[in-house]
């Protein structure tokens, strides 16, 4: 893997200067040392031919410390009525079948602000280290979403979700969230990568799960108050935490 720094928005009043952190993957086996080292796939530009990935305050479930909380408890009751099934399947077996990309793409329309349009959909499907997909249905066969899915041997990265929007029980996001880190755990997998953590919209994954850790820029901490604070003040920062620090002394 190679890693190069970006320069990014100077700001001289403040002396900070910062730089984006990217990774360029060379081989198939680094795929768990990059996510490990804070990194997600970076999917914004169609015209990039390797795979990329950036460097953020990136959030995980230590599957080890993961146990299930009341809110998955009662979001799991609500769904037990419908009989729910998941089933694993290798991309390459969905991404020619008919209405497949169509649903995505509805429910990207929907809730993805204009930010997954059909081409970056197709790029994300031929993305060369995405290789699962969890199919959720109910026990007649109604589709109730995907979800897009990094697997190795290890780890599992619950990269994109789409589901059905008219489905009548709330939650149903929260709750495929959910049945995907209790089947990476079922697996005997190590960690499950949920994406970036911040604003306070993120603050749902802290409240939800249990055995969460967050990338501090240096390593994966288990201090979840201080992540709360962070997501809290993130609309509201205008410098950096060392200089933030200073500045109380």
């Given amino acids: 893997m190679k890693i190069f720094l970006s320069e990014s928005v100077p700001q001289y009043q403040t002396y900070t200067f910062n730089y984006a952190v990217y990774c360029e ?7 768990d040392m990059i996510y490990r080292k804070g990194f997600l796939p970076y999917s914004n530009s169609l015209s990039l031919k390797k795979p990329h990935y950036y460097l953020a305050r990136s959030l995980r479930v230590n599957l080890e410390n993961f146990k299930e909380t009341s809110e998955n408890r ?50 994300v499907l031929n993305w060369p280290y995405f290789t699962d997909i969890l199919q959720f249905t109910t026990s007649d066969g109604k589709l109730l979403g995907y979800v897009f ?3 190795t041997g290890e780890i599992f990265h619950y990269w994109f979700s789409f589901y059905d929007l008219d489905f009548p029980q709330p939650g149903l996001g ?14 005997n997998l190590k960690e499950v990568y949920l994406g970036t953590c911040y604003g306070e919209k993120a603050m749902y994954k802290m409240r939800d799960f249990k055995g969460l850790e967050f990338f501090d820029g240096n390593s994966w901490n288990p201090d979840m ?12 920062k205008n410098i950096d935490d060392f200089k933030a620090e200073l500045n109380k002394e």
């Fill in 174 to 187: 929260k709750w495929m969230m959910y049945k995907s880190i209790e089947w990476a755990k079922e697996q």
């Fill in 149 to 151: 899915a990094v697997l």
């Fill in 74 to 123: 009662r979001l799991n009751k609500k769904m037990q009525v419908y009989e729910p099934q998941i089933k694993r399947i290798n991309k390459s077996e969905l991404i020619h079948k008919e209405g497949f990309k169509d649903f995505c793409y509805a429910y990207a329309s929907a809730r993805f602000d204009g930010n997954m349009s059909k081409e970056r959909l197709e790029y």
């Fill in 225 to 236: 108050k201080k992540l709360k604070q962070k997501c809290k003040t993130d609309s509201q």
């Fill in 25 to 31: 993957q060379e081989k198939a086996e680094e795929t």
